[in-house]
């Protein structure tokens, strides 16, 4: 590999990361005010338009053809595209209510998850260190659901599962990132404008003519998903995907700095335990991927 392609790769992926974990939270959180309902339209429509745009700057009106001749395809892009819907629905919901620590908790374990899911799907193997991750993450929610019910992250685990479950499909079919992701958004983008429709009725929308200067800043969650996602795409084909998933750890632990000394979020001590338990299985996943690469 080109060590100068490597280090580009590595500062591309880190930088999409970053963006993920600090300004995707602070900026979602600041919108938030809209509604969480609002703010998923807004992140759905916008990103079908940005991708739109980016579609043709760089001419893949070609590759959207073909996709479009092939129905497999279509049809798993389909319920990937319901897959991120919730995904992003969640996480909003999660930022909008204070449990951004257990989104991030969501992030922390769906590598993890996702190595299950490969096993399981795809046969890859599991090494010992890998088995050990998955059980630790067993054991940390057990630890929650039998000690304090009201403690278990289902915010992180839905983000997780949903986020595991996207990549399998997507992986499955290998779409270009992009170019899926702009297929799913106009899936979702009837949907959308539907709810649109009927929140702006009832005089429940923020984005309106009578207040111009909110409208380019919800209209950013476009460009707020869509330019991290390129960031560590194209440093995951320069770098690799080993060192792109440790490097992915940024996002959750930025998360969680923001969401326990910025914003102040309750954090329980069968929490802290769980996620102790948690960074020790991640520990052990860095370290088997550093070893294996």
């Known amino acids: 590999m080109n060590k100068k392609n490597f280090n580009k790769g590595v500062l591309l992926t880190s930088f999409g990361s970053f963006w993920w974990g600090f300004f995707g939270v602070i900026y979602f959180k600041y919108i938030s005010f809209a509604g969480h309902v609002e ?27 073909k996709i479009f001749k092939d129905k497999k395809k279509l ?17 909003i919901y999660a930022i909008s209510v204070d449990k951004i620590i257990d989104a991030s ?15 399981f799907f795809f046969k890859e193997p599991i090494t010992k260190k890998g088995k050990i991750s998955i059980f630790l993450v067993i054991i940390s929610v057990s630890y929650l659901t039998l000690l304090d019910f009201n403690s278990i992250p289902w915010v992180g685990l839905i983000v997780a599962l949903s986020w595991s479950f996207y990549n399998l499909l997507r992986k499955k079919i290998n779409v270009e990132t992009d170019i899926g992701l702009l297929i ?36 950013l969650a476009g460009p707020m998903t869509v330019i991290p996602l390129f960031l560590y795409v194209r440093g995951v084909e320069l770098a690799g995907l080993g060192p792109a998933g440790m490097i992915f750890y940024i996002t959750p632990t930025l998360q969680f700095i923001l969401g326990f000394f910025i914003y102040n979020e309750q954090f329980n001590i069968n929490q802290l ?17 550093y070893e294996k690469n």
């Open 39 to 65: 703010v998923l339209i807004h992140r759905s429509v916008w990103t079908a338009f940005v991708l739109i745009v980016t579609t043709f700057l760089f001419s893949k009106w070609n590759i959207l053809k």
């Open 273 to 289: 335990v769980s996620f102790i338990l948690i960074w020790i299985a991640v520990f052990i996943y860095l370290k088997d991927i």
């Open 75 to 91: 049809f798993i892009l389909f319920i990937s595209g319901f897959l991120i819907f919730i995904n992003w629905g969640v996480w």
């Open 184 to 219: 799913e958004s106009l899936y979702i983008l009837p949907f959308v404008l539907v709810a649109f429709y009927f929140i702006t009725i009832n005089s429940y929308n923020d984005f309106s003519l009578s207040n111009p200067s909110l409208m380019p800043l919800l209209m």
């Open 105 to 119: 908790f969501g992030y922390f374990i769906m590598p993890i998850i996702s190595v299950f899911l490969g096993n």
